[in-house]
């Protein structure tokens, strides 16, 4: 589902793009004045969600081992050496 609003978002921000770049001239008419900020703030409110969506990177594992843990693998040269901590 995140690869399609990805895919979306995309598409939108650069037809918001294109349509702010096409439309762009020089006046300070107040009804184009508005049309230009709403489709620059579309723009980058779908650029936004672009990013959001991108997929990130996976979380690299812990480098530490937590060996008195209940899940741990059974290292049997360990156990001998430390058995009063198993009681």
Same mark, same amino acid.
């Given at each position: 589902?995140?690869?399609?609003? /990805?895919?979306?978002?995309?598409?939108?921000? $650069?037809?918001?793009?294109?349509?702010?770049?096409?439309?762009?001239?020089?006046?300070?008419?107040?009804?184009?004045?508005? $049309?230009?900020?709403?489709? /620059?703030?579309?723009?980058?409110?779908?650029?936004? $969600?672009?990013?959001?969506?991108?997929?990130?990177?996976?979380?690299?594992?812990?480098?530490?081992?937590?060996?008195?843990?209940?899940?741990?693998?059974?290292?049997?040269?360990?156990?001998?050496?430390?058995?009063?901590?198993?009681?």
């Amino acid at each position: 589902m995140k690869t399609v609003y /990805l895919i979306l978002s995309h598409m939108a921000s $650069v037809v918001f793009g294109y349509l702010f770049i096409t439309n762009l001239k020089y006046s300070f008419e107040l009804s184009y004045l508005i $049309v230009m900020s709403l489709l /620059l703030i579309l723009f980058f409110i779908f650029l936004i $969600v672009s990013v959001l969506n991108f997929p990130k990177k996976p979380k690299p594992r812990s480098l530490f081992y937590n060996s008195y843990s209940g899940k741990r693998t059974k290292n049997e040269d360990f156990d001998k050496n430390y058995s009063f901590m198993n009681e």
